[in-house]
């Protein structure tokens, strides 16, 4: 008889999350495993808090309840090192002539870009930028950057070094199609091959079908379901959640 498959167990649990911002309960007990490997896609309607609970995993939030992970790590210091980060914006000032290798720089260096960028760390910053197939851009103005390009690089840096847990916050917001589908593709890919959890927020519910193995869906702050994209994304879960009805594409992508 096959044994069917055991649940991975999961990397970070929270139980009974609540966040309030400006006086307004904006995170309702939220209660959820996010399971160790894996791809979690958080999904809901604009303003339904699921920056809010990213935000509350890197502690930029003060919450109620528990955020616990199971790998050892302090989630009491002030930015937890487990974690890799990509948020929804980055607001970078046009009139900083920064090249997306001074901005890798400044970053892995921590001193300041007078003393030069040094061999190796113009030698590192390759290296994440080829990980992400946008080692062209290395000498380009990070203003210049197509959307696409600009999250390839927010990515590099949020895998160095290694995170247990990487969260993305719409990271193909603006992409084109075909820039979508490649996206999703590396996620997927950086996932498989180096085990990473992700916890990715999306509002493109066919990418979600295809790449995510769980589905977190957020309504007014709270869980509406969770579980796995063949049992949530169904179009009466969908309508609960997005309140209009919606329908998918059965596909899942080859990554
Ligand atoms: N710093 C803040 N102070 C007060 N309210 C806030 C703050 N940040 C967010 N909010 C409010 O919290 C709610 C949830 O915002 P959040 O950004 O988490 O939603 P979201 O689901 O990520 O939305 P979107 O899909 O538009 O990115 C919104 O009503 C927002 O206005």
Known sequence: MIKPEAPAPPLVSLRNLSVELGGRPILRNVTADIKRGTITALIGLNGSGKTTLLRALVNEYPHKGE???HCGHDHSKPYPEAIG???QRLTL???LPLTVGDFLALTLSRRPLFFGISKRTAAKSLEMLK???VDNCLNRPVEGLSGGQLQRVLLALALEPQPELLL????AAGIDFGGLKKFYDLIATINRETGVTVLLVSHDLNMVQA????????RGGAIQCQGPPGEVLTPINMSLVFGAEMSLFPHRFSS
């Open 93 to 95: 000032d046009a009139r």
């Open 67 to 69: 955020i616990k992970f």
């Open 85 to 87: 980060y990509v948020p």
């Open 211 to 218: 790449h995510a193995h769980d589905v977190l869906c957020l």
């Open 131 to 133: 990980r992400v197939d």
């Open 168 to 171: 993305l916050d719409e990271p």
